[in-house]
């Protein structure tokens, strides 16, 4: 038989490399079709040759429909510029990409998906992409149920921040007023009382305005606290520094009772003092990766106390061991010099970090 017009002119080896190509085209498809999730192809210009079949189950709409940029009648209109942009620069460049879109199922309610699609190279030539889909809704709302229930905790906290600080505020005033009206031996009492409440304030405020509730950054924290004491009262008689190796992540309830601790000891260093001494106070953070965060605190009240407030009792070391109590906090020592107070923090929770 003569060659036919297909076939005129071409050699033998080129009628063999087609009909091997076909081979193959018929051989992906096959497989494709039988394969329990949506693949798709393109060739080098990006235009869509095939959809499987579990594609189109998915769409309800003909292969031909599908072909070309067909299918792209089905993606939501807020995805279509986005999900355009990524796959030209992923053409441009003969890349690999992965780009997340909602696509019209053939009930007519929007999927989430989750598109992955790699270059196909033969002999250095690139023949397009084939890519699968994964239908990620159920993910997608679970995200979104966090984000909606994260925004409705910070409401929250936001909410109960500001009562307290409402509250606190006026504690501190009813104390004010009881402390003038107090005979003048009980004053000293009243105003130490007062001045603790607004700590107790200081810390609430700069735990409410840390970047991350959950996992709080130690360092940063007690930087911001220790500088908002030093101005609380007596302001620029008091002075504490904050160094250390490490930053260390801490539970809200640890940054809570240290910011107490903290103020406590800034208290105690204040009212040990007479109105024109300088106090210091060096705060030491270690946080090791591996093993739990330890904070080491030195007053420098023993060596500059004067008689200031007589009439005020001495608490600091019972008010220290109960807020170290109630965070699971390991206090030892007296924060002198020769003894500073070491306070071993709890590891935190799994809970928590989950």
Known sequence: MGETPSSAGRSGSQVSDDAGAAALS????????????????????????????????????????????????????EDFDRHAEIVAKALEAREPFTVEFRLRRHD?????????????????????????????????????HIEHSLAEKEALLAEVYHRVRNNLQVMVSLIGLYGRAAPEACRGSFEALG????????????????????SIDLRDYLRRLASGLGQLRRAGRIGVQVNGDGNGLVEPRTANALGMIVAEIVAECLDATA?????????????????PTTVSVVSNVSDV???????????????????????????SGEATPANPLRLLLPLPRADENA
Not at 195 to 207: F, K, N, S
Request: charged share 25%; glycine share 8%; proline share 8%.
């Open 26 to 77: 018929d051989s992906f498809r096959r497989f494709a079709d039988v394969v329990p999730l949506m693949l798709w192809r393109s060739d080098p210009s990006g235009q869509v040759v095939h959809h499987n079949e579990c594609w189109l189950d998915f769409t309800g709409r003909s292969p031909e429909d599908e072909l070309g940029k067909g299918w792209r009648d089905g993606l939501h209109p």
């Open 108 to 144: 007519g309610v929007y999927r989430w998906l989750l598109d992955t699609a790699r270059p196909l190279v033969e002999d250095g030539r690139f023949l397009g992409y084939l890519g699968s889909c994964f239908d990620i809704t159920d993910r997608k709302h679970a995200e979104e």
């Open 195 to 214: 001045q603790r409440v607004r700590a107790i304030a200081l810390v609430q405020q700069h735990l409410h305005e840390a970047p991350h509730i959950a």
């Open 275 to 291: 109105e024109t001494v300088a106090c210091s106070i060096a705060i030491g953070i270690e946080a090791p990766p591996d093993g």
């Open 305 to 331: 106390a004067e008689p200031n407030r007589p009439n005020v009792p001495k608490l600091g070391p019972r008010l220290i061991s109960a807020y170290a109590s109630q965070a699971e906090i390991v206090a």
